[in-house]
């Protein structure tokens, strides 16, 4: 089945249409927040966002398969490819159940933990996890073999089904608890982001066997993603956490409106990672310079975090009016403050994934240590909402020159 994205002219290339794919998704995504928030108030409001908060962790859990099965998709040919995708799916749809599962069992925990009205959204939410595990291996496949347009159609028709069909469902179904119906609309979009499905040469009863050689540089790069995708979780969702833990809820609240818009850096930027990492593995496999590519990356993110702080800064009050209201306000002054903090973390972040392409995993570890050092700076410096944000920006300054320093002695030694 064969689905358009959109109705284009033919000059527009495969990697423009997937950036203007990522940025409708990416402001998909920020509509539906918007929209919940406002539509459920800010009590319900608050399952709604444990649920996002979820979906984030496994958003990044999931990577590391589809990070892997991009690599090894540039990197293997024909019957190895085949090969590798088939033991792929399979490890990925095992933890994909373990991990729902364990998710489903712990429900009646997680609904103590989480203060939430209801238990319910984490079984259906926990029901769902296997087929994004499916889901993300089939994006990699995308992603390496650079087949944009389809990648592109995974992503809309995920966010488009989880808008649409969460809308209408808390609409239709106004006597069940809007977070049970928000983890089915999730649960459903995970189906849905299976569209255009990669199955050819696909078969789970298939024995398979890969080389040891193979098998060592698939686990260790597993392995190291891994990692890598672990620090994610912690500089990107630690914060929002530890607001919780340490401040009221209202100013919780607050905090989470500010991160929520701060963070556009990130999500704009991630389109140029999918990009990188398939081109930097072929630039490897043919021996030539990767440098040029990592910099035009640079070069774009850091075009548009200064447009965006910029705008943050100019305009703070207008921002957060249009997209939160008049309640949140008191968050306009630290709005270009917080989308510095995530600009850098932007930045830093391509570098990290450049030097994962390249099997290199120093700036992994590097980016471990000042995760765990920004989780160590909010817990011992919390006073205020404005000190947490200055913490961060320490964090993630140190981190981007650190970064600057590895790859300039990397250079200088090639």
């Known amino acids: 089945m064969q689905i358009k994205s959109f109705i284009i002219p033919k000059k527009v290339s495969p990697e423009q249409l ?35 908060t979820f979906l984030l962790v496994l958003s990044f859990v999931a990577m590391t398969f589809q990070l892997a099965t991009a690599k090894f ?8 490819f ?55 291996v089939n994006r990699g496949i995308f992603q390496g073999k650079k087949e944009l347009k389809s990648l592109s159609i995974t ?31 999730i649960s459903i979009s995970f189906l849905f982001g299976l569209i255009p499905f990669r199955y050819k040469d696909i078969s789970f009863k298939t024995k398979t066997v890969i080389g040891k050689t193979e098998l060592k540089s698939i686990r260790s790069f597993f392995l190291l993603t891994a990692f ?16 919780k833990h340490y401040f009221e809820p209202y100013e919780a609240g607050l905090y989470a409106s500010l991160a929520l818009i701060g963070r556009i850096v990130y999500f704009v930027a991630w389109m140029f990672v999918m990009l990188l990492l398939p081109k930097v593995v072929q630039l490897k496999k043919e021996n ?18 200064l447009t965006i702080i910029l705008g943050c800064s100019l305009f703070p009050e207008t921002i957060i009016i249009i997209l939160f ?68 920006i320490i964090a993630m300054v140190l981190l981007l020159c650190i970064q600057l320093i590895f790859y300039k002695f990397d250079y200088k030694n090639r």
Request: aromatic fraction near 14%; glycine fraction near 6%.
């Open 73 to 80: 998709s540039v990197l293997f040919e024909s019957n190895l």
């Open 288 to 305: 030539k310079d990767t440098s040029k590519v990592l910099f035009n990356y640079v070069l774009y993110i850091i075009i548009i975090s």
């Open 82 to 136: 085949t090969t590798f995708i088939i033991r792929v799916y399979k490890n990925a749809v095992l933890i994909g159940i373990l991990l729902g599962i364990t998710i489903i069992i712990c429900a009646p925990q997680l609904q103590i933990v989480f203060n939430t009205s209801t238990s319910h959204m984490f079984v259906i939410f926990g029901i769902g996890v296997p087929f994004y595990f499916l889901m993300s």
């Open 228 to 243: 890598y995708e672990l620090t994610q979780i912690i500089i990107n969702n630690s914060d929002i956490l530890l607001v």
């Open 155 to 185: 992503y809309q028709a995920e966010m488009l089904s989880r808008l649409i069909i969460t809308l209408a469902l808390i609409f239709i179904l106004s006597d069940i608890a809007s977070s049970t119906l928000i983890a089915l609309g």
């Open 325 to 392: 209201g008049e309640s949140y306000i008191s968050m306009a002054g630290l709005l270009w403050k917080y989308a510095l903090a995530t600009s850098m973390f932007a930045i830093s972040n391509i570098f990290a994934y450049y030097y994962l392409s390249l099997d290199r995993y120093v700036p992994v570890i590097i980016s471990g240590v000042f995760g765990m050092l920004q989780m160590a700076l909010v817990i011992f410096f919390h006073d205020s909402l404005k000190q947490v944000v200055y913490m961060q």
């Open 18 to 52: 997937f950036m203007l794919s990522v940025l409708l998704v990416n402001g998909g995504n920020y509509l539906y927040n918007l929209i919940l928030g406002r539509l459920l108030g800010p009590t319900q409001f608050a399952d709604a966002a444990v649920l996002v």
